[in-house]
């Protein structure tokens, strides 16, 4: 081949090695790219082959892409800056800035990177811009603090537990409320809480719970354990951010470790650091209510004392009162009586000297109407033999028999003749 001309005859092996030296040349030394990751894919040799692919404008992966090759050797030096930051882990739709060098793979015919480093701090950057550009965007529709004005519940006993069902979040938050002894109705809503599919199924659990209202739950409780930053990145996704801002019931967040932050926290009623936390927020609201409860029973009871205690004074006093009431009356009642008992006395006296002059005047006219009186002044009475009084001549005849009293005695006679006057 002459300087600047290839032989119009060439092998597949003069072809790669024309390709591999124009790559070369072109790419002398390492150079850093970003994009998203996909595909990953970890072999049993300890490499790690994935596709670091460009999104578009809708942010959809498969405008541009490059394979990407992370052999063991490189692979422990990447892990060790992961590991010393313990911010990101690398899968899916992780957002990354890497090193390394563009080869052209003869075997397969294709281009690559052979990555050797990462750059944890760019993964972190894009999460908190997207972070800042969805909480913007949800303060201007309103929806930042939504849930955070509904009226947490009074007793907050039915707890709706939005989590991967048997992992140790779930595992954790349930102990905890149960160890309490409180009677907490907890149904678990299982959703993936990592990778590309949990933003949706996070979302749908809560819209779940939020649909069976406040007849069914109190509150629900999203929670999820602790891991590297990119590992939480679907509780900074506005499906959920939404789903929690709209849900009709108030939301309480656990996720991560103590130095974790997310969207989720921003939208929710109330977040804790843990899933443990969360728990214990919960518990220290039924403590809440229950402190309330003791408390106005202490007052219920004071005041129910203080109130016998007075009532218990005026009825002293009305005692008292009464006591020296009953004795004026008494007192007064005595002397009533008293000159009730003289009147009635005198009264008596009074009736009885009337009643004997009544009874001479009567004895009186007794005696001067007795016939042995009228007969002893020489008057006589007269009856027929069958005892009946003869009052005038008129009523005998001739032959009558009659007896005469006299005050002597008697004399019975025949009547003979009768004359009238």
């Known amino acids: 081949m002459a300087d600047g001309q290839i032989d119009s005859q060439l092998r597949v092996r003069e072809l790669c090695a024309l390709v591999d030296d124009a790559i070369t040349a072109a790419f002398p030394h390492e150079v850093w790219v970003q994009g998203s990751i996909s595909g990953l894919n970890r072999s049993a040799k300890g490499h790690v082959y994935f596709d670091l692919v460009e999104t578009n404008e809708l942010g959809q992966p498969g405008a541009a892409s490059i394979p990407v090759a992370l052999f063991a050797n490189a692979k422990q030096r990447v892990n060790a ?117 949990a933003p949706a199924e996070i979302a749908a659990a809560i819209t779940d719970a939020g649909s069976a209202g406040s007849a069914t739950f109190d509150l629900v409780a999203v929670v999820r354990g602790g891991g590297a930053r990119t590992d939480l990145v679907a509780f900074d996704h506005e499906r959920v951010a939404r789903a929690i801002a709209t849900c009709p019931l108030p939301v309480v967040v656990g996720v991560g470790h103590e130095t974790d932050h997310s969207v989720a926290d921003d939208v929710a009623h109330s977040f804790a650091k843990t899933p443990t936390a969360c728990a214990d927020l919960i518990i220290d609201g039924v403590a809440k209510f229950e402190h309330r409860v003791s408390s106005a029973s202490r007052r219920i009871a004071s005041a129910a004392m203080q109130h016998l205690a007075r009532a218990d004074i005026l009825l002293a006093g009305h005692r008292t009162t009464l006591a020296r009431s009953a004795n004026d009356t008494l007192t007064t009642s005595g002397s009533q ?71 002597g005695g008697s004399v019975t006679s025949t009547v003979t003749e009768t004359e009238n006057t």
């Open 81 to 197: 800056i992961l590991r010393r930051t313990n911010t990101i882990r690398m899968h899916d739709g992780v957002e990354i800035k890497i090193r390394g060098a563009v080869q052209f793979y003869e075997r397969q015919g294709r281009v690559q990177l052979i990555m050797s480093l990462i750059d944890p701090s760019f993964t972190l950057g894009q999460i908190e811009q997207a972070r800042a550009q969805l909480l913007a965007g949800l303060a201007a529709e309103g929806l930042l603090g939504a849930n955070g004005e509904l009226e947490w519940p009074v007793l907050p006993l039915r707890i709706a537990l939005v989590t991967s069902s048997g992992s140790a979040a779930e595992a954790d938050v349930v102990h905890q409320l149960t160890a309490t002894g409180r009677p907490f109705d907890i149904t678990v809503f299982d959703c993936r809480v990592q990778g590309d599919d």
């Open 337 to 407: 009586l008293d000159l009730i008992e003289h009147r009635l006395a005198h009264a008596a006296t009074l009736g009885l000297e009337r009643a004997e002059a009544r009874l001479e005047q009567h004895d009186v006219r007794l005696r001067a109407l007795d016939p042995a009186v009228a007969l002893a002044r020489g008057w006589s009475i007269t009856h027929r033999s069958d005892g009946s009084l003869v009052r005038s001549p008129n009523e005998l005849e001739t032959g009558d028999t009659v007896v005469t009293t006299l005050a």
